[in-house]
């Protein structure tokens, strides 16, 4: 399962430590997010302990507005061992009650100038990113007509050498090889390429190459929504391949089912041509222009003697 810890999360946020310094590597498990609110009255039954929890403007005046026991009593519960952590918004400070049950609790307070909202909504990006399901795919993942494509097939098929010829058409790298894919929310699909393989393509015969170097930093970029499937594979003689677009086929990957399409690979036949048609060809279906349907209206024509 995913996780992240409170001193990634305060390098991500730029968050000031408050108390706890030596309590960072505490685990973040959670990409939900808990502002306390009926917990300010005392109620705590289904408590979300185990999310990070965010103390604004009213909470904060209202816990200051407490008498000093009833604050200790709350600020126990609030704080307990699987709180990873508490932020404080709008550079205010932690009442002594607060600070007292995190050192026993050994939970870090962090402050930030942000608004409560505005801290929320970055931190709910960051953690949504942080903490999404992940795999990785041996294939090719590049940008063509603002579609993320990944390329999949056997070794040696050509995957890398039609992103070459992509590129050289203007189109753009993610990642050559492997891809990692993470899933930051239901049914979006998020692929980048690991570190150590950034900008990087392996050409048989030739070696790696730094596409960046060659072709700019244009050429590539960080990360890409996966949004179609094209799947290389040899041309077999009896192959029943879809010629007029009509089949639908999807692979599933992470729980999301992704589009995708089968190109067989024949001498003679122009991968990169190919791959670049049907990404083109799969915007304009999103965009509501489906030449299949068009072409059965126009057969439905031709036999009712329209």
């Keep these: 399962m995913p996780e992240t810890t409170a001193a990634q999360l305060v390098a991500a946020l730029k968050l000031n430590v408050l108390v706890g310094e030596e309590w960072l590597d505490r685990k973040v498990v959670t990409a939900d997010i808990h502002r306390p609110a009926l917990e300010m009255a005392g109620f705590f039954a289904h408590f979300p302990a185990e999310r990070v929890q965010v103390m604004g403007m009213t909470e904060t005046h209202f816990f200051n507005e407490l008498d000093p026991s009833t604050q200790l009593e709350r600020a126990k519960k609030l704080l307990s061992p699987q709180t990873p952590c508490l932020i404080i918004t709008r550079n205010l400070q932690p009442a002594a009650a607060l600070v007292r049950a995190a050192r026993a609790a050994r939970v870090p307070i962090f402050g930030t100038a942000l608004p409560t909202t505005r801290l929320i909504s970055r931190m709910g990006h960051w953690l949504d990113n942080a903490?999404?399901?992940r795999k990785t795919l041996h294939g090719v993942l590049v940008d063509l007509f603002g579609t993320g494509v990944l390329i999949t097939g056997p070794s040696g098929i050509g995957k890398s050498e039609t992103a070459l010829e992509l590129i050289q058409k203007g189109h753009r790298l993610i990642a050559d090889?492997?891809?990692?894919?993470?899933?930051p929310s239901e049914d979006i699909l998020v692929g980048t390429c690991p570190p150590v393989l950034a900008n990087l393509l392996e050409l048989r015969g030739v070696g790696i190459i730094d596409v960046t170097k060659l072709f700019g930093a244009g050429a590539v970029?960080?990360?890409?929504?996966?949004?179609?499937?094209?799947?290389l594979q040899p041309w077999q003689e009896g192959e029943p391949y879809d010629r007029l677009g009509f089949d639908s086929e999807y692979q599933e990957v992470l729980g999301v089912k992704v589009p995708m399409l089968t190109v067989p690979v024949a001498p003679g036949r122009n991968l990169a041509m190919l791959v670049e048609t049907a990404a083109a060809n799969f915007r304009a279906r999103t965009m509501g222009m489906a030449v299949d349907q068009e072409l059965l209206r126009r057969i439905d024509e031709a036999m009712s003697g329209k």
């Design 131 to 133: 903490l999404a399901p």
């Design 177 to 183: 090889d492997a891809v990692e894919i993470r899933r």
């Design 221 to 231: 970029r960080p990360d890409k929504r996966v949004e179609l499937i094209i799947r």
